[in-house]
């Protein structure tokens, strides 16, 4: 079984046809068979520059959003590009020195940019880089390897407050530990592992100053359980599963399987998380609204581009981002906006 879901992550095994053609404007299952009651529309934004990718990693500093490293289909890439929601615009930046790579992670501490981990095609990695945008330059770190941390990929990162941080992820082990990045000293320090499963391709994100573990794989199962972390006392508490588990309240009913994935994309917009697409027996395109306030989820209309795994997803200015990722032998490099209370349109699709 594990061997399958490997396979998966990187794409050996093909998918159907029918799986690998979808273009679909509506969810599944008993809640999603129509979107005329979702809200949410999705449009056609400037296309990412780069070459179609899956796996690549994300970090904003300023008013720029970075993306780079991925998988094409073919090669491991080095390459990273700025966009920039006010022009429209993409700018190839310098190139990353490692490794190429795919499932590796990003964080960003006082407006330097940290990289490291992933899966250069034969082996797992546990170096990092950090990137300064007023030289446009990289440097190597400290290796998490060193400090008694595993090389991995499909881990999740996040900073908070002077300190960054990569948990989750697989060695040859599902994983959940947690581990801390000083900038001051260049030192990374093992923090309380994650209360929950194991796992791996899962999603982050940071409120409040707290972070956020949710969805992901462990040993071909998808997932349930849902983390925050609190850095000032180094603990994490376990939030509602996103999933129907509760016979006695109706809160979730509307849930079932639905918001469970793997290698998906999810950002903060409006002080709400929105995670879509991913992979669940097949790349998925439906897209669901997490209100960190109250703890419960809500399904949006889904992503109106073709269903992925793997895409990159973020905020700026009031709009939400998707953007790469692969469905079957294709590998994407369009860019689509998200406007989560907007009533959807597909005039502005094409």
């Given at each position: 079984m594990?061997?399958?879901?490997?396979?998966?992550?990187?794409?050996?095994?093909?998918?159907?046809?029918?799986?690998?053609?979808?273009?679909?404007?509506?969810?599944?299952?008993?809640?999603?068979?129509?979107?005329?009651?979702?809200?949410?529309?999705?449009?056609?934004?400037?296309?990412?520059?780069?070459?179609?990718?899956?796996?690549?990693?994300?970090?904003?500093?300023?008013?720029?959003?970075?993306?780079?490293?991925?998988?094409?289909?073919?090669?491991?890439?080095?390459?990273?590009?700025?966009?920039q929601?006010?022009?429209?615009t993409?700018?190839?930046?310098?190139?990353?020195?490692?490794?190429?790579?795919n499932?590796?992670?990003?964080?960003?501490?006082?407006?330097?940019?940290?990289?490291?981990?992933?899966?250069?095609?034969?082996?797992?990695?546990?170096?990092?880089?950090?990137?300064?945008?007023?030289?446009?330059?990289w440097?190597?770190?400290?290796?998490?390897?060193?400090?008694?941390?595993t090389?991995?990929?499909?881990?999740?990162a996040?900073?908070?407050?002077?300190?960054g941080?990569?948990?989750?992820?697989?060695?040859?082990?599902?994983?959940?530990?947690?581990?801390?990045?000083?900038?001051?000293?260049?030192?990374?320090?093992?923090?309380?592992?994650?209360?929950?499963?194991?796992?791996?391709?899962?999603?982050?994100?940071?409120?409040?100053?707290?972070?956020?573990?949710?969805t992901?794989?462990?040993n071909?199962?998808y997932?349930?359980?849902?983390?925050?972390?609190?850095?000032?006392?180094?603990?994490?508490?376990?939030?509602?599963?996103?999933?129907?588990?509760?016979?006695?309240?109706?809160?979730?009913?509307?849930?079932?399987?639905?918001?469970?994935?793997?290698?998906?994309?999810?950002?903060?917009?409006?002080?709400?998380?929105?995670?879509?697409?991913?992979?669940?027996?097949?790349?998925?395109?439906?897209?669901?609204?997490?209100?960190?306030?109250?703890?419960?989820?809500?399904?949006?209309?889904?992503?109106?581009?073709?269903?992925?795994?793997?895409?990159?997803?973020f905020?700026?200015?009031?709009?939400?981002?998707?953007?790469?990722?692969?469905?079957?032998?294709?590998?994407?490099?369009?860019?689509?906006?998200?406007?989560?209370?907007?009533?959807?349109?597909?005039?502005?699709?094409?």
């Amino acid at each position: 079984m594990m061997i399958i879901s490997r396979l998966t992550k990187f794409h050996y095994l093909i998918l159907s046809a029918a799986v690998a053609m979808v273009w679909v404007t509506g969810g599944c299952s008993k809640d999603s068979s129509t979107t005329s009651d979702l809200l949410g529309n999705w449009k056609v934004s400037s296309e990412f520059e780069g070459i179609g990718r899956t796996e690549a990693v994300h970090f904003t500093i300023g008013d720029l959003e970075y993306v780079g490293l991925g998988y094409n289909g073919t090669d491991r890439l080095k390459d990273f590009w700025a966009f920039q929601k006010s022009s429209g615009t993409w700018k190839r930046v310098a190139e990353f020195p490692g490794d190429a790579r795919n499932s590796a992670v990003a964080f960003v501490v006082g407006g330097v940019a940290y990289v490291g981990s992933g899966f250069n095609g034969s082996t797992k990695l546990s170096d990092f880089w950090s990137y300064n945008p007023g030289t446009n330059s990289w440097t190597q770190i400290a290796d998490l390897a060193d400090f008694g941390g595993t090389a991995r990929y499909g881990a999740v990162a996040f900073s908070l407050g002077n300190k960054g941080y990569i948990a989750t992820g697989y060695d040859g082990n599902y994983l959940k530990d947690l581990w801390e990045y000083d900038p001051s000293s260049n030192t990374w320090q093992q923090k309380a592992s994650l209360t929950g499963a194991k796992r791996t391709d899962a999603a982050a994100f940071v409120y409040n100053n707290k972070a956020y573990v949710v969805t992901g794989v462990s040993n071909d199962s998808y997932l349930t359980d849902f983390y925050s972390y609190d850095q000032s006392t180094d603990s994490w508490t376990r939030l509602r599963n996103i999933n129907s588990s509760n016979d006695d309240e109706e809160y979730d009913d509307d849930y079932g399987s639905n918001i469970q994935r793997s290698n998906a994309a999810i950002f903060v917009l409006n002080n709400k998380a929105y995670l879509c697409c991913g992979e669940k027996s097949g790349a998925t395109n439906t897209t669901w609204e997490y209100n960190i306030d109250t703890d419960l989820w809500a399904q949006k209309t889904s992503f109106e581009g073709a269903a992925r795994q793997g895409a990159i997803g973020f905020a700026q200015g009031g709009v939400g981002y998707i953007t790469t990722g692969t469905a079957g032998s294709s590998w994407f490099d369009d860019l689509w906006e998200f406007y989560p209370n907007a009533e959807q349109t597909t005039t502005d699709n094409y």
